[in-house]
């Protein structure tokens, strides 16, 4: 018998302890059932996702072809003479006692758009089609954990829960446009969703950091942000320390939108370079 074959045959004479083979079907069954959520969950998404788009594109035709929505569209604002924000998506309505209210923002650039506008509206209707639909998941999902721990139907009418998906203007100059599309949940702060959108209304494109700063756009808000964490640090705020994964410094995919004055505000999310009391952390960077 060749050193091989001892081998293999030492192995499969191996005897596996009963505790061992014991905690390996556990773990095997665990393993089973977290993929059959995991799948359950996929295909509750899907179908969320699918009603909360019927649902979406039934409100588009009846907002659109209405004549209170035709009369309300000539005081829309407009940006200069031909860009123009919108509420292109406006709905309230009770989802299996959950209250969702949705404002749907698009951009129309006027006759020198070219395909920005489209860009963008697509992306806000799918993160707030996406927003929506996961957010009632999750709040179902609390629901049936509510009741599997105690709480009473009785009880759980008293949460209101809230899903609101929601935009709001920063600025608008004849040459820049930012705006922030918002989704917040009443019941949790942990799944809070924004975008921030900053159009350069001239060349009808996105603005960067770097087109607001210059080319040492990172070496100026790093600077600026440092500084500004200090000062709150000594005034009693909290950041996380860079051991602790905190502030390091931006980079080009860096949130960031543009206030009144017409500088950027950089927006860290929660957790991200301080604790999660602190929420969303915001640092404007003079020009």
């Known amino acids: 018998m060749t050193g091989l074959e001892k081998g293999r045959e030492a192995y499969e004479n191996i ?11 556990q773990s095997v069954c665990r393993l089973r059932i977290k993929r059959k959520a995991q799948e359950r969950r996929q295909r509750r998404v899907r179908r969320v996702i699918g009603m909360a788009a019927i649902f979406a594109a039934t409100m588009t035709v009846a907002v659109n072809t209405s004549e209170a929505f035709a009369m309300e569209a000539r005081k829309l604002p407009v940006i200069g003479e031909l860009v123009r924000i919108m509420t292109i998506r406006s709905y309230e309505r009770t989802e299996k006692e959950m209250q969702v209210k949705v404002e749907v923002p698009g951009v129309d650039l ?42 009473t139907e009785e009880e759980w009418a008293q949460h209101d829960i809230r899903v609101k998906v929601w935009y709001e203007i920063k600025s608008q100059t004849k040459d820049t446009l930012s705006f922030a599309v918002k989704g917040t949940e009443s019941w949790t702060s942990a799944y809070a969703q924004t975008r921030y959108y900053n159009l350069d209304l001239k060349t009808n494109t996105f603005l960067t950091l770097e087109d607001l700063l210059g080319e040492d756009y990172a070496a100026i808000a790093n600077e600026q942000i440092k500084a500004q964490i200090e000062e709150r640090t000594n005034t009693g705020s909290v950041f996380l320390s860079t051991a602790e994964g905190g502030f390091t410094g931006i980079g080009e995919d860096t949130v960031f939108y543009i206030n009144e004055k017409g500088n950027p505000v950089v927006v860290f999310e929660k957790y991200t370079i301080a604790p999660g009391s602190m929420g969303e952390v915001e640092f404007e960077i003079k020009k």
Not at 15 to 25: S, Y
Not at 112 to 128: A, C, H, K, P, Y
Request: proline share 2%; aromatic share 6%; hydrophobic share 35%.
């Open 15 to 25: 005897k596996i302890p009963e505790a061992l083979e014991q905690r390996v079907e």
């Open 110 to 151: 006027g006759e020198n758009d070219n395909g920005l506008s489209n860009i963008v509206n697509e992306q806000i209707e799918r993160m707030t089609s996406q927003y929506e639909a996961e957010a009632l998941l999750r709040a179902e999902e609390y629901k049936e954990a509510f009741l599997a721990t105690g709480g």
